[in-house]
């Protein structure tokens, strides 16, 4: 994550576990490029992720088929996690 993204959604960015809590998680590439595109980081939103296979083998979304967050977009995206 650039450090001009990381100022703007208010997270720290660096590297190691005490500092990293931005992370370099898929999510938060996405929001660096967004953001470079000049899209406010607050109109960004997370949606649940499923596991596309689970579903499809039980015919409907079932609680397994659910991606938990990782700790970074926990911190990093707080607002939009459950």
Known sequence: MSPYAAQLIGEPWGHGE????????????????????GIDPSRIKFIDALRPRIVYENGKIVNDAYIKPCENCKISWSKGTK
Not at 18 to 37: H, I, M, W, Y
């Open 18 to 37: 005490d500092k990293n809590k931005a992370g370099a998680c898929t999510e938060v590439s996405a929001v660096d490029q967004l953001v470079r595109q």
